[in-house]
Structures are given as structure tokens and as C-alpha cells.
């Protein structure tokens, strides 16, 4: 009875708010897209936008490339000619594909160099070396770092295959906005929306879920909150893939100067979702799968430069930093 109460409950997650301004010079900005390393899906959403500007669509298709290269053994990382062709000249990511992080070893490397080994009981006591044990089972986690274009050239040996995020545009029409205000997170009753609330209408609307609420639906019985407002367009993109840290920087900067000519938009939104069985969140903090596997955050950027920060975690995850 336990076990089937346990299924029954819905994945908890934790969730950090915060407000702040581009200008400020304190701002977290910069450093928490920097440290969050391995991205998966990066959303932006643009109300009262029908088409988007040439400088922006050419920044979204310039996220790539990024690289798979089959059988790849570790110890490829952590040679000296490795180091000196990627570490020393610049940031290198690379995670491992197609594995469990619950279930499987599993292996990233920080663009700083240090190397992040999650491994099962068996595999870890065979290698030798000293860890501690993961919060979320009875694996060993080490970490270690390395003292000592290309790509496709340095792994030619090996099975490499070069691929390219994956883009989907699309126009969504008469949408129904919740009204925000930058300087009320937390809303005013009848006068503007909470960044929870927000943050549960956002994941409708990448989810393409109906906010009709209509009595015939089955599936969902959402409804977008209020109050709100209906825009006759909105433009939402969504890139796919293994986006780099650096390309997001570079959207969001762009998407912050959106409001340098007038727009009829109050806000925009900047989405992103890291990769389920990365086996860090944010910096060096451990992530787990546990029923979900979230690590992701989002930006809502107003006209007046003041923007909204949400990060979310599972629940056994480390808070957001």
C-alpha cells in the first residue's frame, strides 16, 4: 500500500524566485546561465510578435554544432594531447549518451576540465579511487581535476557524427496572456499574476495544452489565470539539442535589447530545460532523476529591463543556487 501510494503522488519540485534589473551591477544574470552547463531545450516566447527579425533568427540558427562520437573510452579525456587542444585553449563539454543516471555510470566533463564520474557500486570499487556516496543511491561519485574543429579531426578513430540543434517556429494566435507586473513576483489580487502562476501557464503553452478549460476536454481542464489578456499573436521558438552555456548568454542579451525600439509586448520569456540525467544541475550540485529528472530555469524579461528568475530542481536535488 505504501509503494502504491508513493506512485500516486505527483513528482514535488523545488522552485526559487527572484527579481532584479539587467543594470544592476549585483545581478545573478550572467553567472547562472554560465554555470548551468548542460542545456537541452532552450524556448523563447514573444507576445505581439508575428515574425521574427533577421539578426535574431540568424542567432538562433548559429546554436551548433555539437558532436556524438561512439565508444569514446575515458581515459581519452584525461590524456595530455586531449587537455592541450581543448581544456587549455577554451571551454570543452561532454556528457555522456543514452544512460540512466539513477541506473547506468555515467560521466561529464566541466568546462573547467574537472571530470564528474557517477558510478555504480561495482564499477566504482573496481576503479580504485576515493569518492562519496550520491544522495539519491548507493553509487560513488569522484571528481578530480585534470593538471595536465577540430573535433571531428581529433576523434576521426572513433564513430563522430556532427549534428545540429533542432529549431521549431511557430506563430500561436489569440492567446490568452496572464497580465504581470515586474515589480509584484508574488501578483496583487485582480491586478496582476503570480510567477508560479506564470510558471504553470508557460509549460501549457510549450506543451501546446488548450487554456480553454472547456467542459469536453478530457485531457486537461487548465485554464490560463487571472487576470489576463488575449494577444492576437505570439512567436514561440524552441531549439533542441546540446546548446552551449555561451549561445544562450548571447540570446538573452539580444532578447533583453528587444525593448530598445518600442514594442507592444510587456514581456518576453527565455525557457530552458537541462539534460534529465546530467549528473550536475548548476556547477558542481548533484542532480538526480528521483520521478522527473527537472533542472531548468526561466527568464521574464520586461520592457523596463527589470526581469523575473525562476529556477526548479526535483525535490531531492540542492536548492537552486
Not at 539587467?22 to 508575428?50: A, D, M, W
Not at 574543429?149 to 576523434?155: A, E, G, I, V
Not at 488548450?210 to 487571472?226: A, G, H, K
Amino acid at each position: 500500500m505504501a509503494t502504491l501510494r508513493r506512485l500516486r503522488e505527483a513528482p514535488r519540485h523545488l522552485l526559487v524566485c527572484e527579481k532584479s534589473n539587467f543594470g544592476n551591477h549585483k545581478s545573478r544574470h550572467r553567472h547562472l546561465v554560465q554555470t548551468h552547463y548542460y542545456n537541452y531545450r532552450v524556448s523563447f516566447l514573444i507576445p505581439e510578435c508575428g515574425i521574427l527579425s533577421e539578426e535574431l533568427k540568424n542567432l538562433v540558427m548559429q546554436t551548433g554544432p555539437y558532436y556524438f562520437v561512439k565508444n569514446l573510452p575515458l581515459h581519452e579525456l584525461i590524456t595530455p594531447e586531449f587537455i592541450s587542444t581543448f581544456i587549455k585553449k577554451g571551454s570543452c563539454y561532454a556528457l555522456t549518451c543514452n544512460t540512466n543516471i539513477d541506473e547506468d555510470n555515467t560521466v561529464a566533463l566541466l568546462p573547467n576540465g574537472k571530470l564528474i564520474l557517477s558510478l555504480d557500486k561495482d564499477t566504482y570499487e573496481e576503479t580504485g579511487l576515493q569518492g562519496h556516496p550520491s544522495q539519491f543511491s548507493g553509487r560513488k561519485i569522484m571528481k578530480f581535476s585534470s593538471e595536465e574543429s577540430t573535433m571531428m579531426s581529433y576523434f576521426s578513430k572513433y564513430q563522430i557524427q556532427e549534428h545540429q540543434p533542432k529549431v521549431a517556429l511557430s506563430t500561436v494566435r489569440d492567446l490568452q496572456c496572464p497580465v504581470l507586473q515586474s515589480s509584484e513576483l508574488e501578483g496583487a489580487p485582480e491586478v496582476s499574476c503570480q510567477a508560479l502562476e506564470l510558471f504553470d501557464w508557460l509549460g501549457a503553452v510549450f506543451s501546446n495544452v488548450s487554456l480553454n478549460n472547456e467542459p469536453n476536454n478530457f485531457i486537461s481542464t487548465y485554464c490560463c489565470p487571472q487576470p489576463s489578456t488575449v494577444v492576437a499573436k505570439a512567436y514561440l521558438c524552441t531549439i533542441t539539442g546540446f546548446i552551449l552555456p555561451e549561445k544562450i548568454c548571447l540570446l538573452l542579451e539580444h532578447l533583453c535589447h528587444y525593448f530598445d525600439e518600442l514594442k507592444l509586448a510587456p514581456w518576453v520569456t527565455l525557457s530552458v530545460q537541462g539534460f534529465a540525467d546530467s549528473p550536475v544541475s548548476w556547477g558542481k550540485n548533484e542532480h538526480g532523476f528521483w520521478k522527473g529528472g527537472e533542472h531548468l530555469y526561466n527568464f521574464v524579461i520586461f520592457n523596463n529591463q527589470d526581469y523575473w528568475l525562476q529556477m526548479a530542481v526535483g525535490a531531492n536535488d540542492h536548492c537552486p543556487p
